[in-house]
């Protein structure tokens, strides 16, 4: 049978991003990489060790992005790092901030592909919410991503470059003689930080743009260099990973990344997953809950997150609860439910349910002692909010971009 759609991965183009001066980007690559490229470029292997390590620590505990701060480095050095490497952060094409406080950023890569990243403020929490490719190769029915016709793999500099990108943005890098933040914006932060080290960005998800497991090595190594003690140090508990169920890279997510996993369920019968979530009719319903069952790592203090898009007179009959509740129990699930309101965007088929229909969906599930919190809408009015992310680039026609780039270029 034909499945409607594009739902194979896209290969994934590069690991080391040449640039146009011949220089290399070590954003987001492993010390052990940054290492052999010390080495390849000439310096003896005792340098290349010394060196790599003293790089990634003012990378990624500094947030220094130019060889000339780097002072335990001779001096002799810095020039000649500047000359064949480079520590770069995704370009901002457009920075918006909602009235509920939550952020979004348009980014740009280097070929000029737009990507975005929000930021969630929370009374006890910051939650990054990242991207992991330029558009989507699956097309949900209700998710705006799933209508951008621009498809790439983010690389892992630039998957890590969004979470730099937030923490200069948040002013979040350690104060001190070597800190080169601007000072009054720092101050501004610090009054309402939240943790102790006085950082607001303490969660990440990844449940921007793209299907993370069809760039599984891509993200993988973004989340070790994010998860590393010596680099980022965001624990794993502290990141979670968002798949519309690409089955077979499930158990390799739960060995190799390690983080905790959200599943975009969304429906529980097959007619309607199929037409929802078409990547169903690949991996169905039930192999995808074996998968959840057998996903490593995840047990009663690590559950696994259901999400739930309430799309009106679809998906939210009082029976859908239950045979959500039912499948949870069949398969012994450590399970949470995120009820998700749909976030509407121009040209959708789907309403959102009504807030009593929600409720009493959310009731159902809660009575059979499931979590099922129902999540506010956060950042609609700058279009933020879950399945709302399609660049304003890609919202222009193609004769429209042609003109805009003719006027820009004079
Ligand atoms: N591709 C991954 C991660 C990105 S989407 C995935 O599908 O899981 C993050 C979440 O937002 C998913 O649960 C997705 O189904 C949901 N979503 C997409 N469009 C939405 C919309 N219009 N309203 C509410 N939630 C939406
Ligand atoms: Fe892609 Fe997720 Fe949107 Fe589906 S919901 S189209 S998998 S980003």
């Given at each position: 049978m034909q499945i409607p759609g594009h739902i194979d991965p896209v290969p994934v183009p590069r690991n080391v991003t040449p640039r146009a001066d011949g220089r290399v980007d070590l954003m987001g690559l492993a010390k052990a990489q940054i290492r052999e490229l010390f080495a390849e470029a000439g310096l003896d292997a005792k340098q290349a060790k010394l060196r790599s390590k003293q790089v990634f620590h003012w990378i990624y505990h500094r947030g220094v992005s130019d060889f000339g701060d780097m002072t335990d480095i001779s001096k002799k050095l810095r020039p000649w790092l500047d000359a064949r490497f480079v520590i770069a952060r995704p370009e901002v094409a457009e920075a918006q901030v909602s009235e509920d406080g939550t952020r979004k950023w348009l980014l740009r890569t280097a070929d000029a592909q737009d990507y975005e990243m929000v930021f969630i403020p929370d009374a006890d929490r910051g939650t990054l919410c990242i991207s992991?490719?330029?558009?989507?190769?699956?097309?949900?029915?209700?998710?705006?991503?799933?209508?951008?016709r621009l498809v790439r793999n983010l690389t892992p500099g630039e998957i890590v470059g969004q979470v730099m990108l937030a923490r200069d943005a948040l002013g979040e890098w350690p104060r001190g003689n070597m800190d080169l933040s601007d000072q009054e914006s720092a101050d501004t932060y610090r009054a309402d930080a939240y943790r102790a080290d006085g950082r607001m960005l303490t969660n990440i998800v990844l449940?921007?743009?793209?299907?993370p497991l069809y760039n599984f090595d891509n993200v993988r190594d973004a989340m070790a260099v994010v998860m590393d003690g010596e680099g980022?140090?965001?624990?794993?508990?502290r990141i979670t990973l968002s798949t519309s169920g690409v089955v077979p890279m499930m158990e390799k997510a739960g060995e190799e990344i390690g983080v905790n996993l959200a599943v975009s369920l969304h429906a529980v019968t097959k007619d309607i997953r199929d037409e929802i979530v078409p990547i169903n009719k690949k991996y169905g319903i039930e192999e995808l809950l074996e998968a959840c069952a057998a996903y490593?790592?995840?047990?009663n203090a690590r559950r696994i997150t259901f999400e739930y898009v309430m799309l009106k007179d679809k998906n939210d009959s009082d029976e859908d609860a239950r045979e959500l509740v039912r499948l949870i129990k069949r398969y012994g699930l450590p399970a949470k439910v995120n009820l998700i309101p749909f976030n509407p965007w121009p040209g959708a088929v789907y309403e959102c349910s009504e807030p009593e229909r929600i409720k009493a969906f959310s009731k159902i599930i809660f009575d059979a002692g499931i979590s099922a919190p129902v999540r506010t809408p956060r950042g609609r009015d700058i279009d933020a909010a879950c399945g709302q992310l399609k660049t304003a680039a890609t919202k222009l026609s193609r004769a429209e971009r042609d003109r805009l780039e003719a006027e820009a270029a004079g």
């Open positions: 992991s490719q330029v558009g989507c190769t699956l097309n949900c029915r209700f998710c705006h991503t799933g209508t951008m449940m921007g743009m793209g299907e980022l140090s965001l624990s794993k508990r490593p790592g995840a047990n």
